[in-house]
Structure formats: structure tokens, C-alpha cells
């Protein structure tokens, strides 16, 4: 059973900075390794749509980022240990959100999501 679970999470302070990781597990009794899947991170405020956040490819080869967190967040993998990392930094209040975790294939239906964590930044 392919589980992915995040933790980081938690409350900061407005320019603080906090790194979130994506433990995955079950990907060796899978069609597919872990290795195999691109990831992505989203988050969803109260009252607002989920938004991709930073997104990577399988090999760790490419990323992209929205805009919005452009130059302020990393997102990096290590598939030895098949987790993937969130690197926040100069955290906004705007960037309060429960933070979600996804694998997927392109071109085919296989994905998985995490359970979320919550991200807050507040004074």
C-alpha cells in the first residue's frame, strides 16, 4: 500500500522559515518505484482553491515554482530515501495553508496524495 505522509509542518513567524519532507513508503510492491513518479507540492488556504506550489520531475532533473513563491521556497528529492522536501523561506502570512505532497506518472492515472500538513505564519 503506497502511503505518503508529510511533517514540517507547524506555526512560524512572519520571515521565519520552515522545511517540510514527504516520506513515501509501499512504492517497492507497486507497478512502479518511486523513482518513477514526478512530484509536486499544493496547499489550500480556508475559502480558497488548492494551488500548485513547486512541482519536480522523477530524476530531480527540472522544477518549477509558482510565482507567487518564486526565489523563497526549494523543492528538492532524494529518491535514495524516497522523500521529497519543501525549503520555505521568508515565510508570509499569505503562505498559511494546509501543505499537500503528490506523486504521479505523466500520461497515465497513477498518482497519490498525502494527508497534509498545516503551515502557519502569524505574529
Known amino acids: 500500500q503506497v502511503q505518503l505522509v508529510e511533517s514540517g509542518g507547524g506555526l512560524v513567524q512572519p520571515g521565519g522559515s520552515l522545511r517540510l519532507s514527504c516520506a513515501a513508503s509501499?512504492?517497492?510492491?507497486?507497478?512502479?518505484?518511486?523513482?518513477?513518479?514526478?512530484m509536486d507540492w499544493h496547499r489550500q488556504a480556508p475559502g480558497k482553491e488548492r494551488e500548485l506550489v513547486a512541482g519536480i520531475t522523477s530524476i530531480g532533473d527540472s522544477t518549477n515554482y509558482a510565482e507567487s513563491v518564486k526565489g523563497r521556497f526549494t523543492i528538492s528529492r532524494d529518491n535514495a530515501k524516497n522523500t521529497v522536501y519543501l525549503q520555505m523561506n521568508s515565510l508570509k502570512p499569505e503562505d498559511t495553508a494546509v501543505y499537500y505532497c503528490?506523486?504521479?506518472?505523466?500520461?497515465?492515472?497513477?498518482?497519490?496524495w498525502g494527508q497534509g500538513t498545516q503551515v502557519t505564519v502569524s505574529s
Open positions: 503528490r506523486a504521479f506518472r505523466r500520461y497515465t492515472t497513477y498518482q497519490y
Open positions: 509501499g512504492f517497492t510492491t507497486s507497478r512502479f518505484t518511486f523513482s518513477s513518479y514526478a
